[in-house]
């Protein structure tokens, strides 16, 4: 079975940094382009950026530029998106998600996400 | 304010037929395709329509998606009430070099 299992809940201060892992499985992880995807409470989805497995290349969304950092290790076939300065706006569900149906499409639609992983940030 | 603009909100009868539209640009639909995500209260989206109107294995044949220039409409044929979620629509935008999302439209089924 095709799927992605991320780490659990975080709760950070403003100003800290997370790291979220995801797990990927039933499919051969470099082969495919892994995305993240914010939700905050009530809101809809924003796209935060990609990794392709394969050599590392990133893409970050505008927004995330400069305060967010994705990475794959592909001897875990696992994704990681790193996140850093929280702040309160930031208190959000992030899930990682991959298109398994297309190689090396990064413009893809997703068919696999992980559960989500729920970040809160307090100050 | 999203990239692609969808209406908030839909709504309609158990049996009816209902569509959410979803607009953009030359940018992002106008030059890529558009995909369609349900989401319920709680959970992980799900993917309804990719590739403007192809579905995933196991997504019932009620579901089906069209585009038309630089806009794209999901419509849902005999509406039920486990229908009722949330859907959005998305694309890859040229300009922005990512994926961009509708703001989603909440379906109610009366």
Redo the contacts between chains.
């Keep these: 079975e095709v799927q992605l299992v991320q780490s659990g809940a975080e709760v950070k201060k403003s100003g800290a940094t997370v790291k979220i892992s995801c797990k990927a499985s039933g499919y051969t992880f470099s082969d495919y382009y892994m995305?993240w995807?914010q939700q905050a409470p009530g809101k809809?989805?924003?796209?935060m950026?990609?990794i392709d497995p394969e050599d590392g290349e990133t893409?970050?969304?505008?927004k995330f530029q400069g305060r967010v950092t994705i990475t794959a290790d592909t001897s875990t076939d696992t994704g990681y998106m790193e996140l850093s300065s929280l702040r309160s706006e930031d208190t959000a569900v992030y899930?990682c998600?991959t298109p398994s149906?297309s190689t090396s499409c990064?413009?893809?639609?997703?068919?696999i996400?992980?559960?989500?992983t729920m970040v809160t940030v307090s100050s | 304010q999203s990239v692609l603009t969808q209406p908030p909100s839909a709504s309609g009868t158990p049996g009816q037929r209902v569509t959410i539209s979803c607009s953009g640009s030359s940018f992002n639909i106008g030059s890529n395709t558009v995909n369609w995500y349900q989401q319920f209260p709680g959970t992980a989206p799900k993917l309804l329509i990719y590739r403007n109107n192809q579905r995933p294995s196991g997504v019932p044949d009620r579901f089906s998606g069209s585009k038309s220039g630089t806009s794209g409409s999901l419509a849902i044929s005999g509406l039920q009430s486990e229908d009722e979620a949330d859907y959005y629509c998305a694309a890859w935008d040229d300009s922005l070099t990512g994926q961009v999302f509708g703001g989603g439209t909440k379906l109610t089924v009366l």
């Design positions: 995305h995807v809809g989805l924003e796209w950026g990609l893409t970050y969304a505008e899930y998600a149906y990064y413009t893809c639609a997703f068919d996400w992980g559960q989500g």
